[in-house]
């Protein structure tokens, strides 16, 4: 997570939904300064499996809650186009080399359909394919905001740059990957897949995707 108690901010952050966007804003909002490197040295991504600790501390009730979600049908997309096509995270993994029969350069298809296997095998595939519950807990109402990543721009930014009192403007092209696989060109059954996948992630935050 992040959290400013500069600004009494939290933002619970989700791989592949403008987390890396969404850190460095808050760091350029805490420090004034343009972050340099990898900023996720800093802020790591985890999953956050007790999530209660955050609910129950009084001492953050009146910071602003907040979380970035996508459709997991685009955050699947987007992981293996960056991932996979341009990182090469599964080509170069050993584990996945060594076993007889699991492609080491998939199609999107092939890396649905053994979605699984890629997860076991390579640690970093599968923190940046578990649902978005997995990292954001399972109560929305723990949030005074959930934004669309869509809506970073029109609606976060804004938002940030009136509680820090100066602009956030930034590149926004950090982490953004060929758009090889688009969702225009998957069949309707592997969409439906990709759903029933991350069905509780639909059932939790559908109504603000």
């Known amino acids: 997570m992040y959290i400013s108690h500069k600004h009494k901010v939290l933002f619970m952050p989700i791989p592949k939904s403008g987390c890396t966007t969404t850190k460095r804003l808050l760091w350029y ?3 004034g300064f343009i972050p340099k490197g990898d900023i996720h040295n800093a802020h790591v991504t985890k999953e956050f ?3 209660s600790v955050l609910i129950n501390n009084a001492e953050l009730d009146d910071y602003y809650k907040f979380c970035v979600v996508r459709d997991p049908v685009n955050r699947l997309i987007s992981a293996y186009n960056h991932r996979v096509l341009v990182l090469g995270e599964i080509k170069n993994s050993q584990k996945v080399n060594n076993t007889t029969g699991l492609p080491n350069e998939p199609t999107f298809k092939q890396f649905v359909r053994r979605l699984g296997e890629y997860k076991k095998k390579v640690p970093v595939i599968n923190h940046h394919v578990l649902p978005m519950h997995e990292f954001i807990g399972e ?3 723990f ?3 959930i934004y669309k990543l869509s809506n970073i721009n029109s609606e976060l930014i804004p938002l940030l740059e009136k509680k ?3 602009d956030l403007k930034l590149d926004m092209t950090i982490n ?3 758009h090889v696989v688009k969702r ?3 069949s309707k059954e592997l969409i439906d897949k990709i759903k029933t ?3 509780k992630d639909y059932d939790i935050y559908g109504k603000y995707l």
């Open 143 to 145: 949030y005074y905001k």
């Open 197 to 199: 996948i991350y069905q």
């Open 184 to 186: 225009e060109d998957l």
């Open 164 to 166: 820090c009192g100066h």
């Open 29 to 31: 909002m805490d420090s």
């Open 139 to 141: 109560d929305p109402n």
């Open 49 to 51: 499996n007790n999530l």
């Open 176 to 178: 953004k990957s060929p």
